[in-house]
């Protein structure tokens, strides 16, 4: 009995010992090293061209992709295989800028319901067949069949025919004449002068004869295009894809590595994935872990293996525009004014990310617009003033929403942490997964604040306003039912689509700008439609010491094509 | 003995029915898988379509009744992410997760089983305590964490493949399976010594122990010949379901060590809500766990008539 | 031999075992911070500081600060309080589903014994993560229906064991004696029985204590679970996954690993202690 009462008095010494310094819980405040990091690490400038040594095997690491057959490839990972495969019209540089691709020049009539794109001639696909406007035609419809139900026909939607081909009611896109080998002419039923911009996207790509219809599996795991790469053996699912450099290729310089092996990885940590076989030598490239990144990027610039570069991409704050509590504008900007961008880009992020202040970012220099979100600075009493203006009281409910399964759990409960503090809000803040998330989101009665981000598909200003903040974007007929398209936030104002409308309609590229500006200052800075949070940004390692000419294309891709032993 | 086999069977069979009936309703419970996943928003058409084609927009219980049919002929149907046969998928994986549960169940018996006896047999001693202690910690390790620090700080030394690493480069399937059958081996290990103790120590104190000893047989007869035999028994047992479980394939381990085992099949296949591919890996589990519970319950009837009875 | 003195006897013998002694200690100690250790923590447990992410164990933080700055020593003192809440609610809620149906199977017999067999069967070939996912899925986070899930999975084991033990007791001569005299089956059941052949099921029942925490660990390592903010063991463990490798930061998932190990290994002890103390008791004497 002795022995147990001493424990228990010892026991209970001890835990009265901690009573002075828990009684009144310290604030956790305090950093490290005093010095605080930047905000934004710096882009790192594009690398010197190397001149191409033919040979290499270059690797990498991805998880699993959707597709990597044109007619159905969708995200990052199917990307970079199809848009190595394949050649389209136009290309796209890394800094958004166009070149030719297969055509060698494209017009418009004054009015771009009519688009001529002028072929090169003699390139073939790894096949040998020939790369003409037949090609690129019997591409484009088999992607655009009903029966392919492909997620990424979409981007023709301009084209005409497209509709009745959806539908099943035509099985070819009467807008598309091939007549000529050498002269693809699209004509529109909805009149686009960016509609060029489109092309490069790799549902445009031109098909050889063997791929069939869409649901040829074999070409849908092994497809023969007209790219700098080809396919060295079919698509080996959940284990890798190996690439090997297509000798014939005329459309452009030659690839200079031999092969390519893309590893594929699990796509619960497949960041952690990469970068922990970047370490371990088996990768040549890899993308970063958030909570790492300052860690590598000490390890890693230093020995010039640290590429950082921004891309044509925003990370942002989706309100329900049309349901309380955020249906006031300055409820949204209250909103806006209470999250501290800087403290959370520091602190979560490290200092990698640069907060936003407009929703065009600077990766399309031509259009930025600097601070026009003016509700994007840290401004709590403002905030707080806004928010009784609004009717937005301490104690309201707002919902927050974010997916789960993206990293995203630290940096919005930092943001739900300082709504509370600031405005006392009571934040419903829940993490479900994406498939939720966009059906929350398109719920007719759907309110608060739901994470997004949004990379631009084209190359144009026109690509950050037009899918998320038109009206025709928001893909329901009245409020009660979902909203299916991309403006879920449902913000609809006939001056903001005017000026869409008027920059559709407007051949000049300069022009065109201005008016994307004034739409970006009415959508943004007047009603803050959507709450920019952070200016995408990208950071690769790359293994300079046995490659050269690694870098991020426009699709955020490495540059395979370039690569080259050094 | 056949009348009891065969109401074993039957039973078994009943077991599997509604053990798929299940699946295949948990697997509605866990979301559509045609719902958008990407940024870009899935066209409500085009979801409908590959809805269609996968006979989605059927009543259920006309899809659970063409699903069972199709598990008759061993088709595991096709599954949504890839439009793949399933069949060609488990194929692929189920021989290497077979092939780590085998390894797994060697390392834990072989390191429980001794671990177990030397402790029951010096009970009290240095050993006894080691033993019991080690053993009470390996359970207290979540298996992720053994998983984790092997893979950080062991895997690339020696024999050991790096994780992750390229598909292209070869490695031998004893070089592979090694860390994560020990990862797995540790608590199941554990386990046992705990268990062959207990039991041990019961039996030492028996009467038919001490009749042995009194009749003069030497003291590694005894144990090793009579003691063992008896404290078998609940091993035995706990390594019949563990088995059963191994082969269902460890999905966290599996995982961390990019194993290409059903558990690694499965963990991808629950991130994309992939239905068919879902369900033919936890019917091949529950098919797998019943026949090996089947199979030892008629071994034990076999051994023991009085069971039969029952 | 009357109540009080068993009672008596076993705890003599527990006292005797020393490792079960100290299990006693550990679990105590758990309790006592479950119940009063969050008042008594230097910061707050949520409170995040993300200038001062992964910082190494130093006077102003004992065991460091965690990926988002908080407390490691206040999260871990936190993750007692929730881990033995889900524990012990779990465990009960597969002891009462458990122990009465293994009891009624075990006692009954025939159909009855074959169905609940089958049954556990199911349960038992079920893949546990798979179930937790639907079901948490199913009924949205929290911790009732983490509870539910680990529960659902933990249940078949009991059963199991108490009706080997009703099997093994329904012959025993006090038994027999019981019904010559008249004795109704709910009766003998719950009289004479249940008493002791809950024995190893209280055994067990403390240390799947310890098996529950490392589920709950495992659940939210994958995400499922508790919400995402909340500082439960397991969740810190996957949250420091990309600092593995990196020198320094060995804190992020050492401590956490190791409060899982202590809990379980206390309430393992104890199991090990009750289960060496009660003995003769489960051979069904007295």
Redesign the interface.
Known sequence: MR?IRT??VL?LAA?LS??P???A????????NGG?PLVGFPQTPPPPHVPGKPGGVF?L?IV?P?AIDPYNS??SEGNLVTENLFTELINVGPDGSVSPGVATSWTSNPDCSQWIFTLQHGTTFHNGEPVDSVAFKRGWERAAA??A???VA?HMNEVQGFDAM?AGAADHLSGVDASAPDRLVVTLAHPDCEFYLRTFKTVFSPVPTVAGPA?N?AY?DQPIGNGPFMMAGPW?????I?LKRFDGYAAGPKANLAEV?I???????AA??????F?????DWARL????LS?ARATYQPRGEWISKKTAGINYLLPMVTTPPLNSVAARKAISEAIDRV??A???FQGSQVPADAFVPPALPDAYQSGVCTACRYDPADAKKLAQQAGLAPGSTVNFQFN??GGH??WT??V??QLKRNLGLNVN???V????L??NEQQPGASGIFRA???ADYPTPGNFLQPLLSTGAI?ANSPSQPA???NRGRYSNPRFDQLLAQAAATPDKGQRITLYQQAEQLAIGQDLAEIPLWFRQQFRLANTMKFANMYLDFAEEPTLAEITLR | MTRFVARRIAQAVLVLLVATLAIFLATFAL??PF????????????QA??RA?FGLDKPLPVQYLTYLGNLVHLDFGVDF????QVSS?LAETLPNTIRLALVAIALDVLIGVIAGVIAAVKRYSFTDVLVTVSSTLAIGVPTFVIGLVLVGYVS?LWIFP????????QVPWWHEVLLPAFTLAIIDAAFIARLMRGSMLEVLRSDYIRTARSKGLPERVVIGKHAMRNSMIPVVTYVGISLGVLMGGAIITE?IF?Y?GIG??L??AI?A?NAPVIMAVVVVSVVVFVLLSLLVDILYAYLDPRIRLD | MSRPSQLRDIWARY?RNKLA?VGL?VV??LV?TAI?GD??????AF?????????PPSA?HWLGTD?????LFSELVYGVRLAMIVAVSTVALSLVLGVSLGALAGYRGRATDTVLMRATDIFLAFPVLVGAIVVV?AAG?GIWPVIVALALFSWPVSARLMRGQVLALREADYVEAARSIGAGSRRIVVRHILPNAIAPVLVYAFTSIGVVVVGLASLSYL?IGV???VPEWGRLIS?S???L??PGKTHLWLYPAIAICVTTLGFALVADGLRDSLDPKLRGEG
């Open positions: 022995k424990g228990t026991t835990l901690l009573v310094a828990g009684c819980k310290r604030p956790n405040v305090g950093t490290q605080v690797r690491g699993e959707v969708q995200e009903r029966s139900a492909s997620e979409y959806q649901d599996k849908n080996q699912h959940d284990r890798g190996r092996d590893t594929i990885l699990p796509s619960q940590s952690q994935g990469e970068y922990d076989g370490n371990n030598g088996t990768f872990p958030t909570p790492l860690q403290a959370i520091r602190g979560v789960t399964g759990e630290e409960a930092a739900t942490q803040y829940s993490g997964p994406f498939t939720d966009l059906n981000a949004w990379g893909g299916t398209g991309d | 979301g559509d719902a958008s996943t990407g940024e870009k928003v899935v066209p409500p058409e085009v379509i590959d084609k992410d890839q439009r793949r998928m690339g790096v994780v992750p690493r390229s598909f292209t480069v995982t990019q290409n690694y099949l963990a991808r991130q809500n | 006292r002694m200690v105590a100690i006592v009063v008042y008594l923590t230097p910061y707050d409170e995040q500081n993300l200038l001062n992410a992964t910082a102003e990926v988002l700055g908080r407390d899925r986070q995400g919400p995402p903010n949250q996954v990309p600092f490798r990196v």
